[in-house]
């Protein structure tokens, strides 16, 4: 498969991993040189294909809050959970968010068990179809995303417009990367020397988007691909800035990534949405950092169309994964992580959503295998 | 987050909806973010839109470097082949 | 005939037997059955161990590439017999039907099983029909057990694994999930990806031919995909894997990619999973490919006694991965 075999290439890799570990020896700490994948297909891929280990002990790597499910609040979940037990609505939505826990451990699966009408679909033309089919239903599209989805959602409703199909409306939870990764450095919890920024993101709002960070805060940025290659390459270029003390932003994903971005998906946010606060599971409220709405569409807004009023609950108590979406610890940090949290038993979004840090390391690193012969636990889950 | 995958492009109708192929897989996505793409170009798709053009030239540069950098590695240190 | 299944189908009455007569047994048609007793009586039977099994078929949809509810009851449940061992001989088909169910619908269910118990030299002998009110039952559901004869000085259990034997898979996995995936409602996609139910005893039977003795023990990989056999064979030993080695075909790669699924946890209908002996693993491969049904067979593993208890994944960049247990159906994902 083109553009994802060349960079899969184990010789390269090996070659790239070998460079980072000689380009970190070179510097005066001892330390680990610690990064932050900001996005969760970067957590999942970097399990995924085992890139973690080989990158120990020069590099550190903690996930960062970008993975969407992770950080929808519990509150805006339960508001979807109520829109789709509502007569005559149907859900259509991502996969990724059907196990998610709500409040009182509710979700979209559950209340599909008990007769809500969800779809799971692959996209939000997908949703519009079905809303074309069946017209005497309500079709509500659960809009979860950032930047990289918020365009196609945009880009449904005004198709939604101009074809005239009146039953079509999107609960909107959209929200805005750049915020988020201010929002963690200004807390100032964790010490991070780099940050690997999200490369399809980026494709969308650019990579100049991602300017402030070596400009206010010192710190370098690279842009990266979801492939191994593009991977290993953007740390190798963010070890490089860190050892030189040149923070910059660096494109590695320059095959899909320009410096502007992609104009028309920007004009399609902003003709139908406009920037407003919103509530990010494990942070709380960040200005200026969710997507709603523009008044012109409030015959769609699910929101508006269909208040339900939802009674804000704790989260679960123990449960640690705002700590871990803003990367002050790794899930290994967290008491629950395994010996409760678990994909059988997920306590928080973390461990539920596919590129949550907790899943991820769950599923593909939970015992590597010299740490598993160590310890010899027996199996809990 | 976000899933994109790079996808050939093999048919594009009026209303701006490509037919796009990977593998053998073959589905209908919306060209309305990359009204430059043309039939035979590669782009990103993520949830049935493309939301960038690949850019060849830019991949083969990325492949170029990497392998470089091999070659370098080569020279100077013949024998230091981690095998992990 | 009504061109619809009524309620008053299942109750026993004039509809029901016209129901058996006219669809069940007409399609079906063998001495046992064409008796239509309370049960089959089965004499004859070759010498050795009875085995038996059954299994319950929801699938939607109902028809889905290369096959249907209907091949999937007969192939799944003859594939249960074979990876123990047993040539399968006869089987129980009991329905349960969607008042409202098309007949047309039906009998190309019916049709297809007919078909598929005649390539696989098996027989319907028995079987049951029920109806319940609409929208209790998806359009159909099918139960079938079946009933095999293990030869003597066969005994295949995961309790002969021993380290240093080798795994080996009969072809490409991933195959049946991906194709029934792609259709579904609200995907879009279109690939002329199969699903791979196909009835494997000819296949199983010249490999145990092949290496007697030799082959530790089978298990078809059907819900829960490779990963989950081979998770159900450890306790004792551990399994390590080779990613580089697990034939995928290009379209369930490409699939995977698009849905954000692994290949290692799709279902398959066509699929075994093989711990023979290392010395006979040669062989075994070579007999295997020479089967219509094993031509890309591959060894993908081996048997260990370290990490016992988990199955290991030796990644493309040399990296090691446990490969858990899966918990719930996969999903697919945009993130």
């Known amino acids: ?381 | 987050m976000c899933l994109a995958i790079p996808v050939q492009i093999t048919a594009i109708d009026e209303q701006q909806m490509a037919t796009v192929t990977l593998g053998g897989v073959e589905r209908h996505i919306s060209l309305i973010m990359t009204p430059e793409a043309q039939v035979g170009d590669y782009v990103l798709v993520h949830t049935g839109y493309a939301i960038a053009v690949l850019d060849p030239d830019e991949a083969q540069a990325s492949l170029e470097a990497f392998a470089t950098l091999a070659a370098i590695q080569e020279e100077l240190e013949p024998c230091a082949d981690e095998i992990y | 005939m009504a061109d619809q299944i009524l309620l008053a189908h299942g109750s026993g009455g004039v509809l029901s037997h016209e129901l058996v007569r006219d669809v069940f047994v007409r399609y079906f048609s063998n001495p046992w059955l064409d008796d239509l007793g309370d049960a089959a009586v089965l004499d004859a039977l070759p010498p050795g161990r009875l085995a038996l099994t059954t299994d319950s078929y929801v699938v939607q949809p109902l028809f889905f590439p290369g096959g249907d509810i209907g091949k999937l009851a007969v192939c799944g449940t003859v594939n249960d017999l074979a990876v123990a061992g047993a040539r399968p001989l006869y089987l129980t088909a009991g329905f349960i039907l969607e008042e409202g169910l098309p007949l047309e619908t039906l009998e190309r269910v019916v049709a297809s099983m007919a078909e598929t118990t005649r390539a696989a030299g098996v027989a319907i002998v028995t079987g049951d029909t029920k109806v319940v009110n609409h929208g209790a039952a998806d359009g159909l559901f099918i139960n079938t057990a079946g009933v095999g004869v293990v030869p003597p000085g066969v005994a295949l259990s995961p309790a002969h694994l021993q380290p240093g034997d080798a795994l080996l898979v009969n072809g490409p996995v991933g195959d049946h999930g991906l194709a029934v995936m792609l259709q579904r409602e609200g995907m879009g996609f279109a690939s002329t990806l199969q699903s791979d139910v196909a009835p494997l005893h000819g296949l199983i039977a010249a490999l145990l031919d092949a290496v007697p003795g030799q082959v530790r023990c089978l298990r078809d990989a059907t819900r829960g995909g490779l990963a989950s056999v081979l998770n159900e064979w450890t306790s004792q030993i551990g399994i390590e894997i080779e990613e580089a080695a697990i034939p995928v075909r290009e379209e369930v790669r490409a699939a995977c990619e698009f849905l954000g699924l692994d290949p290692l946890y799709a279902a398959n209908e066509g699929k075994v999973v093989i711990a023979v002996a290392q010395a006979a693993a040669d062989v075994a491969l070579a007999t295997l490919r020479a089967h219509p049904l094993g031509r890309d067979a591959a060894r993908i593993g081996r048997v260990t006694s370290e990490h016992a208890g988990r199955v290991v994944l030796r990644t493309l960049y040399g990296a090691r991965r446990i490969i858990p247990m899966l918990t719930g159906a996969q999903l697919p994902r945009i993130c």
């Open chain 1, 1 to 381: 498969m083109k553009f994802i075999d060349e960079f899969r290439d184990p010789a390269l890799a090996r070659k790239l991993v070998a460079q980072i570990h000689h380009d970190a020896a070179r510097r005066a700490a001892s330390h680990p040189i610690r990064l932050m994948e900001f996005c969760g297909g970067h957590t999942h891929a970097i399990s995924r294909f085992g890139l973690r280990e080989l990158l120990t002990p020069a590099v550190e790597l903690r996930s960062g809050p970008g993975c969407p499910v992770c950080v929808t609040a519990a509150a805006d979940l339960d508001r979807a959970i109520a829109l789709a037990d509502a007569p005559g609505v149907i859900l259509a939505t991502f996969g990724d968010m059907v196990r998610v826990p709500g409040s009182r451990r509710q979700t979209l699966q559950a209340a599909a068990a008990r007769g809500a009408d969800i779809r799971i679909v692959y996209s939000p033309l997908d949703a519009l179809d079905i809303a074309r089919q069946q017209p005497q239903r309500e079709v509500v599209f659960l809009g979860v995303g950032f930047e990289t989805t918020a365009p196609g959602i945009a880009a449904a409703l005004l198709q939604a417009e101009t074809e005239g199909t009146p039953n079509f409306s999107v609960l909107s939870l959209h929200k805005l990367t750049p915020p988020a990764m201010r929002a963690i450095l200004e807390a100032g919890e964790v010490a991070l020397e780099g940050i690997i920024g999200p490369g399809h993101v980026s494709a969308v709002i650019g990579s100049a988007a991602w300017e402030f960070l070596p400009r206010e805060y010192a710190i370098p940025c690279a842009v990266a691909g979801f492939e191994p290659l593009d991977i290993l390459s953007a740390i190798g270029a963010l070890v490089q800035a860190v050892v030189a003390g040149e923070p910059a932003v660096v494109n590695t994903y320059a095959r899909g990534v320009r410096a502007e971005g992609n104009p028309v998906a920007q004009q399609l946010l902003a003709r139908v949405f406009e920037v407003g606060p919103a509530d990010w599971r494990g942070f709380g409220a960040i200005a200026n950092s969710g997507l709603t709405l523009r008044e012109s569409f409030a015959h769609r807004d699910a929101a508006r169309l269909f208040p339900v009023e939802v009674a804000s609950t704790p989260e679960p108590p123990g449960c640690r994964c705002g700590d871990v979406l803003r990367g002050v610890i790794a899930p290994t940090g967290c008491a629950l992580f395994r010996r409760v949290c678990s994909p059988r038993n997920p306590i928080g979004p973390c461990m539920v959503s596919a590129e949550g840090a907790c899943a991820a390391y769950f599923q593909y690193e939970r015992w590597n295998v010299e740490t598993f012969e160590r310890s010899n636990v027996s199996t809990g889950a």
